[in-house]
């Protein structure tokens, strides 16, 4: 994966820090049972999952083995902290969070980056924990604060390599709040990126026709709308969902 410009202690050197730990006040008589444990493997094949990879990584079928993994991290994480009393160095919260966002566990992923964020006087440096944050912020329609999250990601790191999906999503919210020049302005800095993203590039550039239409500028939208129906191997989706724009049957 390619950096984000952003170092933080990966989940193995977080989970294993805080394991060698409780270890130690085991052997020593002043810790309780160890909690749950990961294997070597099993850190090793956790090293690199964050919010860089959500919407990437598939937690079905193949990839029902990862969605397992997490979940035992999850776990395993979390019965830490509850044996630590909590006293966990802060990037345990973090990688926390993301783990369950990856998992989909929005409450979760939001308490545990919070619980990072109160911890961690910089965590404006940590362009990973901010993308994350800013996806649970999307998935409530706090878009205030998804909007804030995003663009801090974008000033501490303009390099981010989820940078097109962070233009996507801030299209789409500055779309709902009328901000019309905002959302084409992000809209187009995503559809010129090359990297991957959540949805096509006709997808997005059905959004801006839609944007063009819900601004009344029709004659820009019909001939936005009729270039996409000019490309090729247009998803059969988008060209129905296209024609219906222009009422054709």
């Known amino acids: 994966m390619k950096s984000c410009g952003v ?24 810790g309780v049972e160890l909690t749950p444990s990961l294997t070597v493997k099993e850190k090793e094949s956790l090293d690199g999952l964050d919010s860089r990879l959500f919407g990437f990584l598939s937690l079905r079928e193949d ?66 924990f901010l993308y994350g944050l800013g996806l649970v912020y999307f998935y409530y329609n706090a878009f205030h604060w998804a909007i804030k999250a995003f663009q801090d ?16 999503r801030l299209g789409l919210m500055f779309k709902v709040n009328t901000d019309y020049e905002s959302s084409l302005k992000h809209f187009r800095l995503a559809l010129i990126d090359c990297n991957p ?12 026709a839609h944007l063009y239409e819900t601004q009344k500028k029709y004659h820009s939208a019909k001939e936005a709308y009729e270039q996409l129906l ?20």
């Open 153 to 168: 990601v974008l000033y501490v790191d303009p390099s981010f390599c989820r940078a097109k999906e962070i233009h996507l």
């Open 63 to 128: 990839g029902a083995r990862t969605k397992m993994l997490l979940g035992k991290a999850v776990h395993c994480y979390e019965s830490l902290i509850v044996k630590a009393e909590g006293k966990v160095e802060s990037d345990f919260f973090c990688q926390l969070g993301h783990f369950n966002l990856l998992l989909e566990d929005y409450s979760k992923a939001l308490s545990a980056y919070q619980r990072y964020y109160s911890l961690q006087s910089d965590y404006w440096k940590n362009a990973a």
């Open 7 to 30: 170092t933080f202690p990966t989940a193995a050197g977080a989970f294993g820090d805080a394991e060698n730990k409780m270890a130690a006040e085991k052997a020593s008589g002043d």
């Open 230 to 249: 000019q490309t090729e191997n247009l998803p059969v989706q988008v060209k129905a969902t296209v024609l219906q724009q222009l009422d054709v049957s």
């Open 197 to 208: 993203c959540t949805l096509s590039s006709v997808e997005i550039q059905f959004h801006i």
